[in-house]
């Protein structure tokens, strides 16, 4: 029996470059991951069997589903007694769900004696779900496509982080197919590759903010991190805006939203003033309805 940490992410940018002929939506966005986890243990067993605290039936979680498909891939004739202890929110965009799956990959692959490459556990995770392929990387990746295509990148020191989210969940597949089309239409799909030849403010934005976070010049972060999906979060929930402007408020230096949302996080100088940030909302706005916050750094390392 062995034990794994599913790490949350964070969305740095997040830019929707258009619908694709298959249906997913092109982006191109810089995901890190936190010191935020999930924690899953595995142990050998004739079938496959998962326990959790999740509100999630068994049959729909991406860790019972990874765990399936690895196996029938693989005609492996063992199984899994895993458990999973959740403590990313689920519906946050932190990306809790894709971690879980892609650590299950990692978990079963071990367990199993498969020793597969990373391309052959990415094949599987591209079947999971949009988000999952990160998860096997480094912890900072540029990523495009639909969420398959991962140039890894590094990042020297770690950045203090306060994720504030509110009482409600946010799918999405919701997010997306609400996003109106004006918001990337004249937009290259071929610019969200590395490697373009068109030049963009937002490209230069790019360059800029992986710049900031390899030197953890968090003074650069508000003038180049950007959500497209903010503008479907943010217009059919107002809180988001709020936690954003009660974030700068308490002293972050810049505030976004996470992914899908609801959560926004802060970014600050030190992990004391993220803990001082934590207590002022705990503190303060009640009018946030069943508030949650954690400080978190970012991953550099996943060693």
């Known amino acids: 029996m062995f034990t794994l940490k599913a790490p949350a992410k964070i969305n740095w940018l997040l830019e929707v470059m258009g619908l694709r002929d298959d249906g997913y939506h092109e982006i191109r966005s810089l995901i890190q991951k936190v010191t935020l986890y999930d924690v899953l243990t595995f142990a050998p067993f004739e079938e496959i069997t998962l326990t959790t605290n999740s509100q999630i039936p068994v049959k729909e979680n991406l860790v019972f589903k990874a765990a399936t498909i690895l196996r029938k891939t693989y005609n492996v004739k063992a199984g899994a007694r895993i458990h999973l202890r959740k403590y990313i929110p689920a519906g946050a ?9 892609a650590t299950t990959l990692i978990g079963l692959n071990r367990l ?39 140039s890894p990148l590094k990042a020297s020191n770690p950045i203090d982080i306060l994720f504030v989210k509110p009482g409600i969940t946010v799918s999405t597949a919701w997010a997306y197919n609400n996003l109106p089309a004006q918001i990337y239409q004249g937009r290259n799909l071929k610019s969200s590759r590395l490697g373009g030849t068109e030049l963009t403010k937002k490209d230069n934005n790019i360059k800029l903010l992986c710049q900031s976070l390899k030197q953890a010049d968090i003074s650069t972060l508000s003038k180049v991190i950007f959500n497209d999906l903010e503008i479907v979060t943010g217009g059919s929930f107002p809180v988001i805006a709020a936690i954003k402007d009660r974030l700068l408020k308490e002293g972050a230096v810049a505030s976004m939203m996470s992914g899908s949302g609801p ?24 009018s946030i309805p ?9 991953l550099i390392s996943d060693k």
């Open 112 to 150: 199993w004696g498969l020793e597969l490459r990373q391309k052959e556990l990415h094949a599987i995770a591209e079947m999971l779900g949009s988000d999952v392929p990160f998860f096997l990387y480094e912890p900072l990746s540029l990523v495009s496509g639909r969420g398959e295509k991962i």
């Open 290 to 298: 069943s508030l949650w916050t954690a400080v978190v750094k970012t």
């Open 93 to 101: 965009g932190l990306g809790g769900g894709s971690s879980d799956a």
């Open 263 to 286: 959560t926004v996080f802060g970014v600050f100088d030190s992990k004391k003033s993220a803990e001082n940030a934590s207590k002022a909302f705990k503190g303060r706005y009640d």
